[in-house]
Every structure is written in C-alpha cells, then in structure tokens.
C-alpha cells in the first residue's frame, strides 16, 4: 500500500510544532546577532543552517503548515528581519519520500521569502544525507556554520544518536530531538528480552 502523501495533523504534532516555533522565535535573533558580530573573523556574509532532518510533505490534509513552512516563517514574520537581513540563512530539508519531497517543493514554491533565505530540499535518509555533510566538513578540518537542526523521526532507529553528537560537537550547533518515550519503551524492553 503506497503511503499517503498527506495525513491530518495530530495533537501530538500540533504541540511539537509550538515547541519548535517557540525555539526558532528565540534562536533566530540571538544567531543572527551572533553571526553579524562574528562577521569581521570570517570572509563573506554570515551564515546560519537550519536543518529540518525529516521534513514530510510541508503541510497537513487540513491545510496546516507542517515543520518546514513553520521554520521558514519563523524567520519571514520575524520581527528581528530586519536587523538580521545581512545574514543569510541556509535551509536544509532532508525527505526521503520523493512523492512527499515534491509536495513540499510545491509548497515551499508559492511562499514569498526573504532575500536571505536560501533553501534546498534534498531527498534522502537524514542519517546519509546529514552525515554526508558532516563527514565532508570534519574531512577537510572545518567547522560547520553556526546551525539548528529540527530532528523529529518516526522512530527509534530513524535517526542515529551518534550523528546528533557529532553534530553537536561543532561550536554553536544546536538539536531539537524528538524521540517519544514509547520508542525508549520498546528500546528498553527489547534488551532485556534479548539478556534472558
């Protein structure tokens, strides 16, 4: 059975998407300023990433905006815009579903955004699209712009831990991880099962 490409919003969902937008409200002015004052250290403009690792379709069967639209928003509504219109904020949204991933192109295409707003959406795992990533920036002894990532997979085994430390170890790189206590649940008690 081919899975939908649109599903009705949850409550669950709903209130992950108020943490997230509460999170970016914050995070985008205090990174923005950040990466103005940093720029006299580094060449060329400013730059944040902002990462949505399991970004789905963009929107929900009643017209609600899924993670993605919101963390665009986030920064077009923002009223620190323009304050922070030099810097250029890198959007980076990972779908592996390739019907969801144009679904979410479509979206992303009737949005007015911000001069400073650049985004790609690729399709692909998070944990190979974003390790990629990570793996070329500690290849070649760099650091990794100052970055969010919005990290809220189906389950456990969705997304790797150790790529999220990774990730956080490079300097002013921050996670919203999403893993419900149930998946931990079943995690637990699958070990121990296994230890009898």
């Not at 992950?16 to 060449?43: C, E, N």
């Not at 730059?47 to 928003?73: K, N």
């Not at 219109?85 to 592996?96: K, P």
Request: overall charge neutral; charged content about 25%; cysteine-free.
């Amino acid at each position: 059975m081919t899975e939908p490409v649109l599903w009705p919003l949850d409550e669950h969902t709903r209130a992950k998407h108020r943490v997230l937008r509460a999170y970016l409200d914050a995070w985008i002015p205090i990174m923005g300023q950040q990466a103005l004052r940093m720029r006299s250290f580094t060449t060329g403009a400013p730059r944040l990433l902002l990462v949505d690792g399991f970004a789905d379709p963009g929107r929900y069967t009643g017209g609600e905006p899924g993670s993605p639209l919101i963390m665009l928003d986030a920064l077009g509504s923002h009223r620190a815009l323009p304050q922070i219109h030099d810097v250029e904020f890198i959007y980076l949204f990972i779908e592996q579903n390739p019907r969801r991933l144009e679904h979410l192109r479509a979206e992303i295409a009737k949005l007015a955004l911000p001069a400073n707003a650049h985004v790609t959406v690729e399709q692909g795992a998070f944990e190979t699209t974003f390790g990629a990533i990570v793996d070329d920036v500690v290849g070649r002894e760099q650091r990794l712009v100052p970055s969010f990532a919005f990290i809220d997979p189906f389950g456990y085994s969705a997304a790797s831990m150790s790529l999220t430390g990774r990730f956080l170890d490079f300097p002013r790189s921050e996670a919203l991880f999403f893993l419900p206590l149930s998946f931990i649940h079943r995690f637990v008690g699958e070990k121990a099962r296994r230890r009898r």
